[in-house]
């Protein structure tokens, strides 16, 4: 079972940015996405690539804000977020999938990291 960790998460001000990064254990061939999970709401599709980043989709909250991309060894995965507002707050996972197309739905993701906490303070 591949491991998935993330990494740069924190307490930021409204308008800040950030970026996130997702180590795996080893290459992913699939597509690999990044989620976020507010309290009381579920997991919320936020971006994914394909794993040879042909395509990069965003949930609608995103309006350009934020940038995924994954570098050519296939297991890292990064999320740069700008114009971060309290919206945002949430705890952000990584996830990779079997299948080479992007998926929205957190069934399709069998691996997943332990998440990281992004804090956005008005």
């Known amino acids: 079972q591949v491991q998935l960790v993330e990494s740069g998460g924190g307490q930021v001000q409204a308008g800040d940015s950030i970026t996130l990064s997702c180590v795996a254990s080893e290459r992913i061939y699939g597509a690999m996405a990044w989620f976020r999970q507010a309290p009381g709401k579920g997991r919320e599709f936020v971006a994914g690539t394909d794993w040879r980043e042909s395509t990069r989709d965003y949930g609608h909250f995103v309006a350009g804000r934020f940038r995924i991309s994954r570098d050519n060894d296939g297991n890292t995965l990064t999320l740069e977020m700008r114009h971060l507002n309290s919206d945002d707050t949430a705890v952000y996972y990584c996830?990779?999938?079997?299948?080479?197309?992007?998926?929205?739905?957190?069934?399709?993701?069998?691996?997943w990291g332990q998440g990281t906490q992004v804090t956005v303070s008005a």
């Open positions: 996830a990779a999938s079997v299948f080479s197309e992007v998926l929205y739905s957190a069934s399709e993701y069998k691996a």
